[in-house]
C-alpha cells in the first residue's frame, strides 16, 4: 500500500506565512506516515521563485525528517530571460530531484511562458507523474504518463470558481481513460474554488467507477493506494485500442 496525500490552500497575507502554516500541515501527514503530497499551482502570494533551495528550505526538512516526496505546487521561474511555470519535487532525503514544466500555458499565460515539452516520470514511493492545472484538459498528457508506466498522476492546479465543474469533470474522466487514480489540488478563496480532489477507481462486473474524496476550505487528506491493482485494468484498456483514422 502506499499512502498518497493532497493540501488544499487559502489566501495568505505573505508568503513567509503561508510557508509556515503548510508546514505544520505537512508535518501532520508526515505523522500519519504520508509519502507523497502534492500542493495546488501558485498558492504563494508571490507565485515567482527565483531560489527554490531558499524559498522551500522547510519543506526540504520536512520531507527528510518524515521521509516524504513533496509536490510544493507549480509557480513561475525565469531562467536567461525565459519564464516556465514549474513543478519543483522535493524528495524523501530533502532535496530536489527534478521538476515538471506546464506543457499547456493557459490562455494569458501564452504570451509571456515558454511550454514545457516533456511529461517526466519521477520515482520515490511509486512512479508518478505532474500534470498542472490546464495539462489536465488534454488527454495525450495523462495517456502518455500512464503509457510510459506511472502509478499514480499528480495534479499541483489553481482553478476559478466557474471551471470547477468542468474540471472536476476531467480529472475524473482522465483516472478512469487511463485506468489511473489522481489527486488534484486546487487553491480556495473568493476567486478560486478548492474542491480539491482524491480519485480512486473500483471495479465490478467488469465495470470501472470513480470513488472521490472532496476537500474543503483549508484542508489536507491522505488515502492509501493498492496501486498493483490498478495494472491489470490499465493493460487491458491499452490493449483494447486500436489504430484507426
Known sequence: MTKLG??????????????????????????SETEIVCLPEQWLKNNHVSNWDLQFKEFKVIAKDFGMTIIP????????????????????????IGKQEKIHPFDYERDNVKPGKEAKI???ACKFGVIICYDMVFPKVANTLAKKGVQVLLSPSRIVRRGIDPWKMYVQVRALENRIPI??????????????????????NKVVTT?????????SASHEFDLKK????????FSDSNKFR
Open 73 to 96: 505546487g507549480a509557480f513561475y521561474e525565469t531562467i536567461r530571460g525565459k519564464a516556465s511555470i514549474v513543478s519543483p519535487i522535493i524528495g524523501p532525503k530533502g532535496e530536489f
Open 183 to 204: 489527486l488534484a489540488a486546487n487553491v480556495e478563496n473568493h476567486k478560486f474554488g478548492g474542491n480539491s480532489l482524491i480519485i480512486d477507481l473500483s471495479q465490478k
Open 6 to 31: 493532497l493540501i488544499q490552500t487559502v489566501s495568505y497575507s505573505t508568503d513567509q506565512k503561508a510557508i509556515s502554516q503548510v508546514a505544520k500541515i505537512l508535518k501532520k501527514l508526515g505523522r
Open 230 to 237: 490498478y495494472e491489470t485494468i490499465r493493460k487491458n484498456r
Open 211 to 219: 470513488k472521490i474524496t472532496k476537500l474543503n476550505g483549508e484542508q
Open 122 to 124: 519521477f520515482k520515490t
